[in-house]
């Protein structure tokens, strides 16, 4: 099983601060790397699909970068609704497709 | 518009049975292997199950394998989570979720509520 481990747990940003989020695999996934924005009460929200394309109807501000073991979510210039936990998956080797355990994007 | 609609969540005892739907609409749904993903209370996602497009194929996380069957039936567009001898850790949101591509989730439901309890 890979496992996906996210860093920071907790990221302090104020808006229209830039906000840099890792996401390390413990074995190569390639590029089958996805990113997910959840806001409370609210399903995931599929943010960007092999490591760097963002999916259908994301604001440019969000990008997605890495490659192997070590891949990057950055949000440029944080906005009020960014404000959330965002997940990793892997789906290079599956089963289980597994998930990091989440990075909470808060406000300074 | 692409929507997933789960519902058959709720209140069951330590050893009860559960049976999860989830209705699509807006795609070709005999077309996309679905997944089911979990989220106990305060915690991260946890994928729980999937299956094939034409249903020939299933997977299991090893914390439901023999305990939980999904299902599909392609002329309702639903696909179903059967879970038997439940228990307390599987209380969590369950959420389902169109498999794309090469399997990342897009999109996924709005999620039921299953709270495992005496």
């Known amino acids: 099983e890979i496992v996906m481990t996210q860093s920071p747990a907790t990221l302090s940003v104020s808006p229209g601060e830039r906000a840099t989020l890792s996401c390390r695999a413990s074995?190569?996934?390639?590029?089958?790397l996805a990113w997910y924005q959840q806001k409370p009460g609210q399903a995931p929200r599929l943010l960007i699909y092999?490591?760097?394309i963002r999916a259908t109807g994301i604001p440019a501000r969000f990008s997605g970068t890495g490659s192997g073991t070590e891949f990057t979510l950055t949000i440029s210039s944080l906005q009020s609704e960014d404000f959330a936990v965002y997940y990793c998956?892997?789906?290079?080797?599956?089963?289980?497709?597994?998930f990091g355990q989440g990075t909470k994007v808060e406000s300074k | 518009e692409v929507r997933l609609l789960e519902s058959g969540g709720g209140l069951v005892q330590p050893g009860g049975s559960l049976r999860l739907s989830c209705a699509a609409s807006?795609?070709?749904?005999?077309?996309?292997?679905m997944r089911w993903v979990r989220q106990a209370p305060g915690k991260g996602l946890e994928w729980v199950s999937g299956?094939?497009?034409?249903?020939?194929?299933?997977y299991y996380a090893d914390s439901v394998k023999g305990r939980f069957t999904i299902s599909r039936d392609n002329s309702e567009n639903t696909v179903y989570l059967q879970m038997n001898s439940l228990r307390a850790e599987d209380t969590a949101v369950y959420y389902c979720?169109?498999?794309?591509?090469?399997?990342?989730?897009?999109?996924w439901g709005q999620g039921t509520l299953v709270t495992v309890s005496s």
């Open positions: 979720a169109k498999a794309v591509d090469r399997n990342w989730f897009d999109p």
């Open positions: 807006g795609f070709a749904f005999r077309n996309y292997g």
């Open positions: 299956i094939t497009d034409g249903g020939g194929t299933t």
């Open positions: 998956q892997q789906y290079n080797k599956w089963p289980p497709w597994t």
């Open positions: 074995h190569s996934v390639s590029s089958d």
């Open positions: 092999g490591a760097s």
